[in-house]
C-alpha cells in the first residue's frame, strides 16, 4: 500500500525557515508529478509548488523567491525548503504525487504554524 509521509513542520517565528519532508513508502520514483499544498483554515487547499521527475519546478507566486521544492528518489523523499515565512502561511501543508499508472495519492499533513 502506498504511503506518504511528511514531517517537519512545527512553530516557527515570523522570517524563519522550515524544511518539510515527504517521504513515499516503495520508492518515488514512480512518481511522475509530486507537490506541496496546504491549506489554512477557513479556506480552500491550494497549490505551493510542484516538481516533476526531470526535475522541473513550479511554484505559486507568493513561495516564488522563498520556498524551493526538491525530490531525491533515491531516498524516496520530497522536500520543501520555506524561508522568511509569514504568519499568513500558517497551514496544514501535504504533499501529493501522481503515479504515472494514474493514481494519486496525498499524505495526511504537517502543521506549520508561524508566529511570535
Known amino acids: 500500500q502506498v504511503q506518504l509521509v511528511e514531517s517537519g513542520g512545527g512553530l516557527v517565528q515570523p522570517g524563519g525557515s522550515l524544511r518539510l519532508s515527504c517521504a513515499g513508502s516503495?520508492?518515488?520514483?514512480?512518481?511522475?508529478?509530486m507537490a506541496w499544498y496546504r491549506q489554512a483554515p477557513g479556506k480552500q487547499r491550494e497549490l505551493v509548488a510542484v516538481?516533476?521527475?526531470?526535475?522541473?519546478?513550479n511554484y505559486a507566486d507568493s513561495a516564488k523567491g522563498r520556498f524551493t521544492i526538491s525530490r531525491d528518489n533515491a531516498k524516496n523523499t520530497m522536500y520543501l525548503q520555506m524561508n522568511n515565512l509569514k504568519p499568513e502561511e500558517t497551514a496544514i501543508y501535504y504533499c501529493?504525487?501522481?503515479?504515472?499508472?494514474?493514481?494519486?495519492?496525498w499524505g495526511q499533513g504537517t502543521q506549520v504554524t508561524v508566529s511570535s
Open positions: 501529493q504525487a501522481n503515479h504515472v499508472i494514474g493514481f494519486t495519492y
Open positions: 516503495g520508492g518515488i520514483s514512480n512518481y511522475y508529478r
Open positions: 516538481i516533476n521527475n526531470g526535475g522541473g519546478t
